[in-house]
């Protein structure tokens, strides 16, 4: 099956979409016989990149994929087959983050967050909760203190969170933090 994957890959990059899905669902197939859990997951992901590829509308069908991947992983903490495709898992996350986590179970919803958190390099976890607060008062505009009051901590904690903030965007100021923060769409 491991060479079958190879192959449908191979398939996938030179835009053989429909023998990919054929060969994905063989693998699938013969995966859910045998209970081989991590080959379920490959070929659903191989099967959901090659869905994301065509841009036809299949977005149901791309998140049923995506559940059972979720399924499957969370029941055996399997994250690795996930990091994987973590370009079509971030892509998937773009078009359907909302749909996805509104029909999650809550241990579901731990092993979703820890998909989001290895894949998505822009993902809104880049920053805690505090920091992200502490972000949204700084693009109104708001003084440390006036932060530190607002929030009920003290000014050294505030200015603590700024610098983690600048470290953890990469910038040296409070616009460019606040312009990052847009472009990454965390604002």
Known sequence: MAYQLFYGMILLKRGNYQECLEIADQ???????????SKII???LLKLSVL??????????QLNIYYECLYYGNENQILIDFFLYREEIEELMKLSKTEIE?????????????IVNLCCS???????????????EMAKGLTNKAIADKLFISV????????NIYRKLEVNSRVT???????????
Do not use: G
Not at 102 to 114: D, G, M
Not at 177 to 187: E, V
């Open 156 to 163: 050294a904690t505030v200015k603590t969170h700024i610098l």
């Open 102 to 114: 509104a029909n999650l179970e809550p241990r579901e919803q731990v092993f979703h967050s820890k």
């Open 27 to 37: 693998i699938l197939e013969r995966s859910r016989k045998q209970r081989i859990y």
């Open 52 to 61: 994301l590829e065509m841009k036809e509308d299949t977005a149901r069908q």
């Open 122 to 136: 822009n993902s809104l976890s880049l920053l805690t909760e505090r920091e992200l607060e502490i972000l949204a």
């Open 177 to 187: 933090a606040i312009s990052k923060a847009k472009q990454l769409q965390m604002l």
């Open 42 to 44: 490959e070929a659903n």
